[in-house]
């Protein structure tokens, strides 16, 4: 079992940026990697971002393209999420996974094997 924690969540107004944090506990894999996804109300889960635990290796969503960046500390088993510029249509509560066998293109949801429990992220005009 793989634990996910997210935090870093909040309310912020239109430009500003905020860090988003993933942290994760019990059995982790080399070859996991951890996404990044959100889902606003009434709509589907979508991804945002991916990076392998090993090698470092991302995808980012066109749609945060050169405003989100995915990170990692393999000594803190946390990922990060850093989100610039954000946009009131970036409002949605964002939910950190982890994906066992990672093939290396975006993942769907339910290519998924865990998840934490959603922050929100609310962007003001």
């Known amino acids: 079992q793989v634990q996910l924690v997210e935090s870093g969540g909040g309310l912020v107004q239109a430009g500003d940026s905020l860090r988003l944090s993933c942290a994760a506990s019990?059995?982790?894999?080399?070859?996991?990697?951890m996404g990044w996804f959100r889902q606003a109300p009434g709509k589907e889960r979508d991804f945002v971002a991916v990076i392998r635990w090993s090698g470092g290796r991302t995808i980012v969503a066109d749609s945060v393209k050169g405003r989100f960046t995915i990170s990692r500390d393999n000594t803190k088993a946390t990922v990060y999420l850093q989100m610039n510029s954000l946009k009131p249509e970036d409002t949605a509560v964002y939910y950190c996974?982890?994906?066992?066998?990672?093939?290396?293109?975006?993942?769907?949801?339910?290519?998924?094997?865990?998840w934490g429990q959603g922050t929100q992220v609310t962007v003001s005009s």
């Open positions: 019990g059995r982790t894999f080399s070859n996991y990697a």
């Open positions: 996974a982890a994906v066992r066998q990672w093939i290396g293109i975006p993942p769907t949801s339910s290519d998924c094997d865990y």
